[in-house]
């Protein structure tokens, strides 16, 4: 039996719920050479053990599989919620793996270092690994556009400085308080610009004409009232990047992140919009009740701007006479609803309608209990 197979077999074990049977079926694949079933093997490790995961990841380096290093790094960063794992242990492991070649560890130790002087090494070493990725992700700072043979060596500990600073930016915010009654808040250029462009590179191709749920039904379908496209970045795609981004929407605007909904990718091209609504749900059907039984009410909506529009694009709120611009970079938060679960009237808002360029935006809508998305990505 291949690799392939043993994993499909887990996978319907897990689904059955025999959970030692997969975890044995998976372990099989990945004693023989798959490296998907090591990192694999290894999340399931960490939910009974995390001091046992992560010793087989580095064991598993060690053996050659590589992308393991960069796995270890994950689980300590963002879901090791009770570990002491220092700035240095993160960026040891990205670091070997970086210099190993693996893209995934560029990117992440890029968009942590983000664009001063002491992210060069990296940069020369994306441009090195894939100049085309390196000339879109880096946007113009991409080491003089040349191709460098080989990136000067670094200085480790200055690098090391730089990566915690970096990581330590993740709970500090430029903020502007626009509106107290939906406490309607501002984080300026709160994303990189690495961040913003990996996000649109990553996911753009994957992009649906958008919809909207039928009050009535609970179904979800096209509608004039909502144009543009999006895609739903469910937890098979959280990587470093995707996962920074929950992160630091969740520290901005405090939530827990299994208090989220899945995040979305928004695409609005030239005269497309979204006409004034409420993120909250509301209503008394069925169906609303079916969909506040995961997780209860939308209390808050974050939203993040992953490019500047020219033109028009504006995230609108009528009953404030407020208006935001959709600028790279930068986070938006508000309440749908009041202390008591109410529906707050001033959180009516709009997507204005694009007038030049175009719009791309990160959408997260919380809960204010655990959701199903918080369930299975954070759990």
Known sequence: MNTQDLIHQALACFNQNKQAQGKALMLRAAQAGSAAAVLYYA???????KAAAYRYLAEQWQDGVTGTLH???????FFDVDGNHSPAELFDDLHQEAINGDLQSVIALLS??????????????????????????????NAGG????????????????????GLQKWQVFNCANLNTEIGLVCANAALTALECNYMMLRFGAL?????IVDPTTGAAKQNPYRTGSMVAIGPEYLDWV????????SSFAGFARQQGEVMNLIHYDKQ??????????????????????????????VLAYLNTVPAGGETSFPKLGLKVQARAGDLLMFRNIDEAG????????????VLAGDKWLLSKWVRQGVTDYGTLAYN
């Open 43 to 49: 999340d399931l490790l960490f939910k009974e053990d």
């Open 71 to 77: 796995r270890r790094a994950i689980l300590r960063c």
């Open 112 to 141: 942590v270092i983000g664009d001063s002087s002491n992210s060069e090494y990296y940069r020369i070493l994306l441009q090195q690994l894939a100049p085309q990725l390196s000339a879109q992700l880096l946007a113009g700072q």
């Open 146 to 165: 040349q191709l460098i043979p080989q990136p000067p060596q670094p200085d480790f500990d200055t690098l090391r400085q730089s990566f915690a600073s």
């Open 207 to 211: 992009l649906q004409p958008s919809l």
């Open 242 to 249: 995707t996962l920074a981004i929950e992160y630091k929407m």
């Open 272 to 301: 497309q919009r979204y006409l004034p609504h409420f993120d909250a749900i509301i209503g008394d059907s069925a169906s609303m009740s079916a969909q506040l039984r995961n997780g209860g009410q939308r209390q808050l909506t």
């Open 342 to 353: 109410q529906l707050l009237q001033a959180s009516y808002h709009a997507g204005e309608p």
